[in-house]
């Protein structure tokens, strides 16, 4: 089955600082590509998704690249504010078939004033 | 709408006991899922639904049950409960192919088994 490890685990940057997390996935198969934020005591939000047959998206500060031949994803954000301080899961997927997405293990941001 | 909802909040088990925690979504979704989400660790999915009366195991469903009777209503059951499910359990929806790919989750479950 599909595999995603995400890195680090842990990001701390200043306020006004760009922030990059990292994952990778095993299952060449895979399609779909959401990166999902979760506050403390909630449940994640999907905050941007890719699909495979796009490089790269971008949302106002955020943007999601995607590396099909080395089989990587990054998710950046520009300009970090106190709010963006949650953890970020990416998650992997194929479509047309039930969608089931494999997650990453997380990353904590902290965004320091 | 107010989207995917998860009761109860929080709840507290005896090892042995069994206890069910209910989903519902109000978005006429055709796809429902339950995850657990383990300290430091990602989502991993116990059980889906693609439709009403249709379920299938995902990766981690030992010690779970669930049904779908209706569009609406998502409930998992957990029997002879153990410490090892001590986690926050997280409900989320689809629309389907097409309607998007995004699952939207509901506030979750945090259970504890001593």
């Known amino acids: 089955g599909e595999n995603v490890e995400q890195h680090p685990s842990t990001l701390s940057v200043q306020e006004g600082d760009s922030a990059v997390i990292k994952c990778t996935y095993s299952d060449s198969a895979s399609n779909y590509f959401p990166w999902y934020k979760q506050e403390l005591g909630k449940g994640p939000q999907l905050i941007i998704d890719?699909?495979?047959?796009?490089g790269e998206k971008k949302d106002q500060r955020i943007a999601v690249t995607l590396n099909k031949t080395a089989k990587h994803f990054s998710l950046h954000i520009t300009e970090t504010q106190p709010e963006d301080s949650a953890v970020y899961f990416c998650?992997?997927?194929?479509?047309?078939?039930?969608?089931?997405?494999?997650f990453g293990t997380g990353t904590r941001l902290q965004v320091t004033l | 709408n107010a989207g995917v909802t998860q009761t109860p909040k929080f709840r507290i088990l005896k090892i042995g006991q069994s206890m069910t925690l209910q989903c519902a979504q109000d978005?006429?979704?055709?796809?429902m899922y339950w995850y657990r989400q383990d300290p430091g660790m990602g989502l991993k999915l116990i059980y889906y639904s693609v439709g009403a009366g249709i379920t299938d195991k995902g990766e981690v469903p030992n010690g779970y049950n669930v049904s779908r009777s209706t569009t609406e209503d998502f409930p998992l059951r957990l029997e002879l409960a153990a410490p090892s499910q001590t986690s926050v359990y997280f409900c989320?929806?689809?629309?389907?192919?097409?309607?998007?790919?995004?699952?939207?989750f509901g506030p979750g479950t945090r259970l504890t088994v001593l």
């Open positions: 890719i699909r495979s047959n796009v």
């Open positions: 989320a929806s689809r629309a389907g192919t097409s309607g998007g790919n995004e699952q939207f």
């Open positions: 998650a992997a997927s194929m479509t047309g078939t039930a969608s089931k997405l494999t």
């Open positions: 978005m006429n979704h055709n796809y």
